[in-house]
Structure formats: structure tokens, C-alpha cells
């Protein structure tokens, strides 16, 4: 029994992928709300929440929700998509980005990524567009942005109206604007895995007023604020509305958020000096006049080394390090189509893997995450 024990101690702590900043504000916060927030005042964190945000992203609206999926969902419904619809996005994403498109009767068109940025490559979404075509989704992966411009001028050019899925991207910019501001409308994701978070939640955000008022509207059972009767829904809508527990975490997040994003990007540029060296690797873009949120630092392996996601996981298990996996191709999820020609979001995924990022990590916990990077490339 006595060398169980002994060799369960010699265990590494256990290194996790990702966990959120909570301090002594968020929990004051979310306690006066839990005991106060209720009746007149049951939409004061949400009001104030909303405000913060539209404030930092730089959009004239912002609707808090219960989840991005929800923002997404609401939003393109807004938009009108609807059976026999399409809608294009990359091949590599979750799921997230997807389903609303399924759930409002529409079909994803997955196009390929670029090899550098792992988003969504604009000329192969040109070359996708047809007459059934209702939006161009552009999800801003692990913090990576979008070539904004190009799908801007392409959207602009065919009258197809580009959203984002900025889930990943709070403390992105993309010359001067904040991902999510750029689109339609932009979605956020409040997860507890988030740069920001409310433990589940996101927010829709936009800047044109009409959009606006249809999703405050959808996201209130399809009451307008405008209707004087009770209980009158005008419409049939959804229950996506964010709770003001959660809306109190996020205010507290809001007042410490350069600081979070601060956080993540050390963290970020840390790991990136450590693997500098390495040969056939290489870590998350940031183009010049290009800002990374850094939520979630990426490492894809040259094809010559011989590294398979597949050796990084057991090696990160040995070392009692959390692995998280890139994304699949949604194309090769058993709901959807295989779409061959999207070669770089079937490879890429293969030879990649993300790694620990959390606010309080320390130097001595990223060196033991790039040792066993060194392992697996047989530099120790």
C-alpha cells in the first residue's frame, strides 16, 4: 500500500488546459445579485453588462444570451436564413458554428482554411457562392483573425452579409476594430474556458439598429419591447436570454478585462519564446496591423517531423498535462457530407494541438508543457 501512495505523490500536478480568472469582485457581484437582483432590479447586472461590452468592442448594440450558439441562432435567424439556404464557413470549427445554420432548416457549405491562419479561405468562399447563398460565417479560430477585408469586399460584392463568430477572439483586433465588430452582427462566447467568462453565456453585438430590435425581440419569446399587452408574444421567438447571476460575473470580467486579455497574450508570447528554436513548428499568426486575443496558444508540427496528435496526447498524459485536440473537419463528422477537397482542414488537425492557457499559470507550468513538446520532437 505504502508504494501506491509513494508513487501516486511522484505525480506532476495535473497541468489543466484552461480554467477562469474568479476573484473576490466577481463573487461580491454575483452574491448582491443572487440576493438582491430580483424584481425592479432584475435586469440591472444585464443592462450594465451589455453596455460594458458594446462599450469595449465598439458597437452600438449588444444583446446578452445564454450561450454564443444562442447569439448565432438569434442572429441568423434575424437575418432571414431558413430551408434552402446556405451558408458558408470553414471546415475546421466546433460544431457550435453550425448547428444553428441546421437548426434553422439551412445547409453549411464547408469550404477549406488557409494553411497559415487556420480561418477561412476567402477565395475558396467566392468560388462557393451560388444564388442560395444567405451569409458568409466567419469564425475567428483560437483568437486568429480572419482576412476580414476580403470577405468584407466579398460580401459587399454579391450582397451577402458576413457574420462573426468571434467566440474565440475577445482582445483580437483587426486594423484598430475589435473582432465582432466588423459584420452584421458578431457572437461572443462567455464559457468557462473563455478569455472572459460567466460560466456559460455569450452576446450578440451589432451596429445596425433594425437587426437589433428583430433579436431583442426573438430573444424574448418574440415579445417586442414595443407591445403594451401582457403576456402578447408578436412572434414566435426563443428563450436565449442570459440570467443576471451570470450577467454580475460577467461585469466584474468587463472591469478587469484589459488585464485578462494582457494575461493571455503574456502567456501567449511566453510559450512563443520557448519554442522559437524549434524547427517545424509553429504557433498562432499575428500579422502586422494585427492583434491576437491569444485565448488559446496552437502548435501545428511540420509534416517532415513526424509529429501526430495522436504521440502529443499520450506524451501530455504522461506527463499529467491536459492535451486538447484541434478541431476536427466538420465535413468529417458522421452528420455531414465528407468534402475531400478541404485538405488542409482534414491534415492540419493531425499534426496540431493546443495548449495549456489559464491566467494563473505560472513559468515553471508552461516550461514543463514545452519540455514535453522537446520529448516528443526528441530534443531531450
Known amino acids: 500500500m505504502s508504494g501506491q501512495i509513494g508513487a501516486a505523490s511522484s505525480k506532476p500536478p495535473l497541468i489543466l488546459y484552461t480554467k477562469p480568472s474568479i476573484t473576490e469582485l466577481e463573487t461580491r457581484y454575483a452574491a448582491d445579485a443572487a440576493a438582491n437582483g430580483w424584481g425592479e432590479r432584475c435586469y440591472d447586472y444585464i443592462n450594465r453588462f451589455e453596455a460594458a461590452f458594446k462599450d469595449h468592442v465598439g458597437t452600438s448594440f449588444a444583446i446578452a444570451t445564454s450561450s454564443c450558439t444562442g447569439a448565432l441562432h438569434m442572429g441568423m435567424a434575424a437575418l432571414g436564413i431558413g430551408p434552402g439556404d446556405e451558408v458558408i464557413l470553414a471546415d475546421t470549427n ?37 444564388p442560395r ?68 453565456g ?23 419591447r414595443g407591445q403594451s399587452k401582457q403576456f402578447w408574444p408578436d412572434i414566435v421567438g426563443f428563450k436565449y436570454k442570459m440570467s443576471n447571476i451570470q450577467a454580475a460575473l460577467g461585469c466584474a470580467q468587463m472591469e478587469r478585462i484589459e ?63 491536459d492535451a486538447r485536440a484541434f478541431f476536427h473537419p466538420l465535413s468529417g463528422l458522421p452528420m455531414f457530407e465528407r468534402v475531400p477537397k478541404n485538405r488542409n482542414a482534414s491534415d492540419i488537425p493531425t499534426r496540431a494541438i493546443n495548449l495549456p492557457s489559464y491566467h494563473d499559470m505560472t513559468d515553471q507550468e508552461q516550461d514543463r508543457v514545452v519540455k514535453t513538446i522537446q520529448k516528443v520532437m526528441g530534443r531531450l
Not at 464559457?191 to 472572459?196: A, R
Not at 524547427?279 to 509534416?303: C, H, I, L, Q, Y
Open 94 to 130: 466546433w460544431i457550435a458554428s453550425a448547428a444553428p445554420i441546421i437548426h434553422l432548416g439551412a445547409r453549411p457549405v464547408f469550404v477549406d482554411i488557409r494553411p497559415d491562419s487556420w480561418c477561412i479561405d476567402p477565395d475558396l468562399v467566392e468560388a462557393a457562392i451560388t
Open 259 to 321: 488585464s485578462l486579455i494582457r494575461r493571455k497574450r503574456e502567456i501567449f508570447y511566453y510559450y512563443r519564446g520557448r519554442l522559437r528554436d524549434l524547427r517545424g513548428v509553429v504557433m498562432n499568426p499575428e500579422p502586422s496591423n494585427v492583434v491576437n486575443g491569444a485565448w488559446m496558444p496552437t502548435v501545428v508540427f511540420d509534416k517532415a517531423a513526424g509529429v501526430t496528435r495522436e504521440k502529443l496526447c499520450s506524451a501530455f498524459a504522461a506527463e499529467n498535462i
Open 202 to 224: 455569450g452576446m450578440l453585438v451589432t451596429n445596425d439598429p433594425v437587426l437589433y430590435e428583430q433579436v431583442l425581440t426573438l430573444s424574448n419569446h418574440g415579445r417586442s
Open 133 to 200: 447563398t444567405k451569409a458568409i460565417l466567419a469564425v475567428h479560430l483560437y483568437g486568429n483573425l480572419c482576412d476580414m477585408e476580403c470577405l468584407l469586399a466579398i460580401g459587399e460584392a454579391h450582397s451577402i452579409p458576413v457574420i462573426e463568430d468571434a467566440a474565440e477572439a475577445i482582445g483580437s483586433e483587426y486594423f484598430g476594430r475589435r473582432a465582432g465588430s466588423m459584420g452584421r452582427f458578431g457572437a461572443f462566447s462567455f464559457h468557462g474556458t473563455k478569455t472572459v467568462t460567466t460560466g456559460e
